[in-house]
T-cell receptor
Framework: DTGVSQDPRHKITKRGQNVTFRCDPI?????LYWYRQTLGQGPEFLTY????????KSRLLSDRFSAERPKGSFSTLEIQRTEQGDSAMYLC???????????FGPGTRLTVL | RKEVEQDPGPFNVPEGATVAFNCTYS??????FFWYRQDCRKEPKLLMS???SGNEDGRFTAQLNRASQYISLLIRDSKLSDSATYLC????????????FGSGTKLNVKP
């Protein structure tokens, strides 16, 4: 499978714990995006990378959230001191430079108890 | 005001019916428009881009009305497999990398 992959697919954690998610984009794609989707809503933009550079962050990305893409390939999204309001599906997408279409991964569903 | 607004539905239609969804967007400078399909608990997948001249792909037709700031999706001869949530997507005017998604319109096609 050469699509976008995300790990883990599901994560249940207790409030106050830290969690980290991983995204592996399609190999030739140099742009990588993180979105968050809550029940009944469309995905909301969180941040995006071009290669290893994080070029934009949403106001939704509070200081408890950090994303990295150290070598311009896979990316990690860490949430520190999780809150119940962080419960959502976290979607990663990638695209080619100059390409508009984004290809989404299957998402990581986070449940904060 | 939300960037993109859609009727959440659900639209319950029989097989073979024609169904249409509209979506409005708030920023008149938006440049790129798409319909994505999302099955329950799955990731969104691109259904079709929406061009100024309108475009058709099999049973699906998408149209853009810039004057009224809405896009539409028409599905003809609905199939059971068309049951999904349809997400309207708009690019930010000066940033092709940032998508604004509507909350989606749920379609249920019944036998």
């Amino acid at each position: 499978d050469t699509g976008v992959s995300q790990d883990p697919r599901h994560k249940i954690t207790k409030r106050g714990q830290n969690v980290t998610f991983r995204c592996d984009p399609i190999s030739e794609h140099n742009r990588l995006y993180w979105y968050r989707q809550t029940l009944g809503q469309g995905p909301e933009f969180l941040t995006y990378f071009q290669n290893e550079a994080q070029l934009e962050k949403s106001r939704l990305l509070s200081d408890r959230f950090s994303a990295e893409r150290p070598k311009g390939s896979f990316s990690t999204l860490e949430i520190q001191r999780t809150e119940q309001g962080d419960s959502a599906m976290y979607l990663c997408a990638s695209s080619q430079a100059g390409g508009i279409e984004k290809f989404f991964g299957p998402g990581t569903r986070l449940t904060v108890l | 005001r939300k960037e993109v607004e859609q009727d959440p539905g659900p639209f319950n239609v029989p097989e073979g019916a024609t169904v249409a969804f509209n979506c409005t967007y708030s920023n008149s400078a938006s440049q790129s428009f798409f319909w994505y399909r999302q099955d329950c608990r799955k990731e969104p997948k691109l259904l079709m881009s929406v061009y100024s001249s309108g475009n058709e792909d099999g049973r699906f037709t998408a149209q853009l009305n810039r004057a009224s700031q809405y896009i539409s999706l028409l599905i003809r001869d609905s199939k059971l497999s068309d049951s999904a949530t349809y997400l309207c997507v708009v690019n930010t005017p000066n940033n092709f990398n940032k998508f604004y998604f509507g909350s989606g319109t749920k379609l249920n096609v019944k036998p």
